[in-house]
């Protein structure tokens, strides 16, 4: 049997707004999402600090700074006519094809 492909509300290059956690009320661009663990990676969002060990690529190691995941149960796309968080739907266009559209203004995202 063949594997669904998940369908998440968000997509790479979306801005949404953090609903949880230490990033809680910021919004950010969708960087990738990583469907494995259901988790995004939101550009300048939930930095972390790695100490990094030296190696070749990186000759002095050190402590670096970089973006953990979110879970995508935490993110809630915001809507680009209005600026505001809203809930997604989904629904046919006239050419038969699935599209997002903003469930506040009824209007069509992407």
Same mark, same amino acid.
């Given at each position: 049997?063949?594997?669904?492909?998940?369908?998440?509300?968000?997509?790479?290059?979306?801005?949404?707004?953090?609903?949880?956690?230490?990033?809680?009320?910021?919004?950010?661009?969708?960087?990738?999402?990583?469907? =494995?663990?259901? =988790?995004?990676?939101?550009?300048?969002?939930?930095?972390?600090?790695?100490?990094? =060990?030296?190696?070749?690529?990186?000759?002095?190691?050190?402590?670096?700074?970089?973006?953990?995941?979110?879970?995508?149960?935490? !993110?809630?796309?915001?809507?680009?006519?209005?600026?505001?968080?809203?809930?997604?739907?989904?629904?046919?266009?006239?050419?038969?094809? !699935?599209?997002?559209?903003?469930?506040?203004?009824?209007? !069509?995202?992407?």
């Amino acid at each position: 049997m063949e594997k669904e492909k998940k369908k998440y509300h968000i997509k790479a290059g979306d801005t949404v707004k953090v609903l949880a956690g230490n990033s809680k009320g910021k919004t950010g661009k969708v960087v990738s999402i990583i469907t =494995k663990t259901d =988790k995004a990676i939101i550009e300048g969002l939930n930095i972390v600090s790695r100490h990094m =060990k030296p190696s070749a690529s990186n000759p002095n190691g050190g402590i670096i700074k970089k973006e953990a995941p979110i879970h995508i149960s935490n !993110l809630m796309l915001v809507d680009p006519a209005t600026g505001e968080a809203t809930r997604i739907g989904r629904k046919l266009n006239n050419e038969g094809k !699935l599209v997002r559209y903003s469930k506040t203004t009824e209007k !069509l995202i992407d």
